[in-house]
């Protein structure tokens, strides 16, 4: 494994509690971002980062990641931020504040040569991109289950009688 990958897993440990501090920070003062993320706590706020940073770490230490675990333990952070009332954008800009503040980590390590920092990159980007497709995914199901509920309870307490018959609101596609 290439000898920067070892550097970047040693460099992310030691900055992992300054790094999810930097994360937070940015987080609740960024504008674009709804003001309900002030109301979390840090856990909350936090949700499944540590444990992402871990396997990031992991990962770059030669332990091949589970996809499917980063996927899951991705699908957290949709849930919590849909009900928190954040939209689909504003769950992937907290993922981009948080890929920035990587590879502005990778960037800091200048004694590693300009080519093995981008491999490390795209590496950290693919494990953390995982993670992102498993909460927006979350989200999306979430947001098809609840409508799906709404359509069937409205179907039957209209009978059908309704001014718009229930089959012409279309259900999750499946």
Wanted: aromatic share 6%; charged share 25%; proline share 5%.
């Amino acid at each position: 494994m290439n000898p920067a990958f070892n550097t970047t897993a040693h460099h992310l440990t030691t900055q992992m509690n300054s790094l999810l501090e930097r994360w937070r920070t940015a987080v609740v003062a960024d504008e674009n971002l709804p003001k309900q993320s002030l109301a979390f706590t840090i856990e909350e706020l936090d949700d499944h980062l540590p444990a992402l940073l871990e396997t990031i770490v992991e990962s770059l230490s030669g332990k091949e990641p589970s996809y499917e675990s980063i996927r899951k333990r991705g699908a957290q952070p949709g849930r919590t931020r849909r009900i928190a009332g954040y939209s689909t954008t504003q769950v992937i800009w907290e993922f981009a504040v948080f890929r920035r503040l990587l590879r502005e980590a990778v960037e800091g390590l200048h004694e590693t040569p300009a080519e093995s920092r981008f491999a490390v990159r795209v590496w950290i980007i693919e494990v953390a991109d995982r993670s992102e497709v498993g909460s927006v995914q979350q989200y999306i199901d979430d947001a098809n289950q609840e409508r799906d509920a709404a359509r069937e309870e409205l179907c039957h307490t209209n009978g059908q009688r309704g001014p718009l018959p229930c089959r012409a609101i279309p259900r999750t596609a499946q």
